[in-house]
T-cell receptor, first 111, second 115 residues
Framework: QKEVEQNSGPLSVPEGAIASLNCTYS??????FFWYRQYSGKSPELIMS????GDKEDGRFTAQLNKASQYVSLLIRDSQPSDSATYLC???????????FGSGTKLNVKP | ETGVTQSPTHLIKTRGQQVTLRCSSQ?????VSWYQQALGQGPQFIFQ???????GRGNFPPRFSGLQFPNYSSELNVNALELDDSALYLC??????????????FGPGTRLTVL
């Protein structure tokens, strides 16, 4: 079992719609959770971090964490074509100084 | 821009050679992590340096080694290059205590091709 699992997609949504990206992780003692966006040929850029159960909102982005279900999600409201990218979920391992990434979900936002 | 820089941008080597990749961390950051990202995959953790000491290591063989300098810049060295080492190598810096996971900011990466 991989430490972090994501649906590879592609996930296609029309412009203006809500995109929902999901991630599950295997290590119950994980403390920190991150979403990164990666454009083709570029390095990952941080979107959000979340540490506590519940929702965290930042502009059009909302991260949701459920530690009991070992589940993290990212909602993108009012999706724009510029949001088209691969979204990576990252989780710190039980050994706090290791971060595990999922393989990413490719999002296509169609005009 | 994260303030994390890496050099070189691209590199082509042949199998069996050795390579050194460099990273300058964001100002004020004392922790550097290195990742390998193969095409279509997420980044894989290689190792982390905190205040010049290795602070954790992923499942990579000993031919992957590193250093961190007093100014917190870092090097990744790979010996006896194999074809499968072809990947994007990412450096990420963070301000850590060495005990709490902290937000990591990535540099632009070095694209290594092994022929």
């Amino acid at each position: 079992q991989k430490e972090v699992e994501q649906n590879s997609g592609p996930l296609s949504v029309p412009e203006g719609a809500i995109a929902s990206l999901n991630c599950t992780y295997s290590d119950r003692v994980s403390q920190s959770f991150f979403w990164y966006r990666q454009y083709s040929g570029k390095s990952p850029e941080l979107i959000m971090s979340i540490y506590s159960n519940g929702d965290k909102e930042d502009g059009r982005f909302t991260a949701q964490l459920n530690k009991a279900s070992q589940y993290v999600s990212l909602l993108i409201r009012d999706s724009q074509p510029s949001d088209s990218a691969t979204y990576l979920c990252a989780v710190n391992g039980g050994n706090f100084n290791k971060f595990y990434f999922g393989s990413g979900t490719k999002l296509n936002v169609k005009p | 821009e994260t303030g994390v820089t890496q050099s070189p941008t691209h590199l082509i080597k042949t199998r069996g050679q050795q390579v050194t990749l460099r990273c300058s961390s964001q100002s004020g950051h004392n922790t550097v992590s290195w990742y390998q990202q193969a095409l279509g995959q997420g980044p894989q953790f290689i190792f982390q340096y905190y205040r010049e000491e290795e602070n954790g290591r992923g499942n990579f063989p000993p031919r992957f080694s590193g250093l961190q300098f007093p100014n917190y810049s870092s090097e990744l060295n790979v010996n006896a290059l194999e074809l499968d080492d072809s990947a994007l190598y990412l450096c990420a810096s963070s301000l850590g205590s060495g005990r709490v996971p902290d937000t990591q900011y990535f540099g632009p990466g070095t694209r290594l091709t092994v022929l």
